[in-house]
């Protein structure tokens, strides 16, 4: 089993950036792909990023591209999602997942991930 924290979220002004962390516990962390998904409230959870377990192949929504980073450190267990260029649209509770490795076209799928955390609050206001 993995167990999942989240850490690292807030309120940010546009155009600004945050760094969210996942701490996970449990001695199969680096067999599991890990990913950040996120839910802003009225709307289904949506796919952020992945990264898999090496950490060599990472993936990220159209929107996510060229302004987040995902990151792993397996020594450390950790994930780390690094955001800038901050939009209002993108505050949403900041969730970390973990899934055994699959094929690309499922990893968008929040049912595909096994062990979640429990959410981490990302605000960007004025």
């Known amino acids: 089993q993995v167990q999942l924290v989240e850490s690292g979220g807030g309120l940010v002004q546009p155009g600004g950036s945050l760094r969210l962390s996942c701490s996970a516990s449990g001695r199969a962390f680096g067999q599991y792909a890990m990913a950040w998904f996120r839910q802003a409230p009225g709307k289904e959870r949506e796919f952020v990023s992945r990264?898999?377990?090496?950490?060599?192949?990472?993936y990220y929504a159209d929107f996510a591209k060229g302004r987040f980073t995902i990151s792993r450190d397996n020594a450390k267990k950790m994930v780390y999602l690094q955001m800038n260029s901050l939009k209002a649209e993108d505050s949403a509770v900041y969730y970390c997942?973990?899934?055994?490795?699959?094929?690309?076209?499922?990893?968008?799928?929040?049912?595909?991930?096994?062990?979640w955390g429990q959410g981490t609050q990302v605000t960007v206001s004025s």
């Open positions: 997942a973990a899934s055994l490795p699959t094929r690309v076209a499922l990893i968008y799928d929040a049912h595909r991930y096994e062990y």
């Open positions: 990264v898999t377990w090496s950490g060599n192949s990472t």
